[in-house]
């Protein structure tokens, strides 16, 4: 009989928590846990938290009331709770529901292990502190069970920018960038695996700023090495700030074969004014002279954004800049978000904007961009792409897979697998995805 547990892990917020729940499932088998799907068969429950919307913590504490449920049944279940709401609310975590076991902050997932042995002898275990060591460091080596095609890779985090809403610069910490040759060894392991194209991540991963072999490398330059790694065939990165685009990194997108022709590059308004009380430190005008040089760069790259309406102070001309904006700029997808006080930021206390007015700006802003997003899938239809197959489709013989621009593109392929590259004709959209035929 195998004497290993079994790990449900449920992931809350952005792909940083995806890639922090991969890691952290990884160092927990190294104490005896396997990954499971079924959370009513688990020894270990552990959420995965994000902070960045209103009420997170209140629902975090909504989830380990039912999971306590679940624990009064089965004594010997432990609860953890890891990511950013640990990191924020800390020892109020177990102070407010007891049946916790385990809270670990964002920086400490690589000391799972001895935390894990702490419960196992009965006793609690905390840890939300900022370790001078690195956690990338210290973490197992990642196993080398085949992957799907596609992965994401951390090399940044923490975020310097201190924007009025956010609650990163709290949670995650300092801007702290990876050394390159670890990133390097993790992307031909991921490589060696199965997996075709990564997407590097960083709160903002574009004032990365890792060490290399002869200083400090920038992202393009990141980019660039990774350009060299043998059956690495696809590029991305995300997220990113408009006053970190440097001349070097969108010349990579025209120049670097691998870099795709997809940029995340949030605005959040297009009111001078209210970007001056979110503390982002761009103007309007700025951003579209950034999105002006890469469109120089790469004339065919897709635009994706994030906006947040009812800030604190908009007004009704200043959610107009911010849809003359969207006009200008065309994105070809975006997030949308109505504000939502974070404790603990400069904008909590401010109070906010009519909440009647707030529901109907988000509606009309997602309303145009959604009509943008529709019509840029619908300029596809004749084009030829590159897909990535990532899985089979519902239909016999389908794969689906993603475009260089990212979008979902359904094909019927039967002889293709997982893993493969292939150009396809769009022949038709549909809601969120497109269509094609396969070319020989």
Known sequence: MSDRKKLFIKTYGCQMNVYDSERMAETLGGSGYDT????????MILLNTCHIREKAAEKIYSE??????????????????????AQAEGEEIVRRQPAVDLVVGPQSYHRLPEMEEKIREGKRALDTDFPEEDKFEHMPKRPKAARGPTAFLTVQEGCDKFCAFCVVPYTRGAEVSRPVDRILTEARDLVERGVREITLLGQNVNAYHGQGPNGDMTLDQLIWALNDVDGLERIRFTTSHPNDMTDALIAAHGECEKL???????????????????????????????????????????????????????????????????????YGQAYSFKYSSRPGTPAAERPLVDQAEADDRLQRLQGLLSSQQYEIQDEMVGKEVSVLFEREGRLEGQMVGKSEYLHAVHVTAPNAKRGDIARVKITNTERNSLGGTLLT
């Open 64 to 85: 380990l009331g039912r999971l306590k449920v679940h624990k009064d049944a089965n004594p010997n279940l432990k609860i953890a709770v890891a990511g950013c709401v």
């Open 260 to 330: 795709m022709p997809y940029l995340h590059l949030p605005v959040q308004s297009g009111s001078d004014k209210i970007l001056k009380r979110m503390n982002r430190n761009h103007t309007a005008e700025s951003y579209l002279k950034v999105i002006e040089r890469i469109r120089a760069a790469r004339p065919d790259i897709l635009l994706s954004g994030d906006f947040i309406v009812g800030f604190p102070e908009e007004t009704e001309a200043d959610f107009e800049a911010t849809m003359e904006l969207v006009r200008q700029v065309r």
């Open 36 to 43: 499971t799907e079924d959370a009513a068969s688990a020894d």
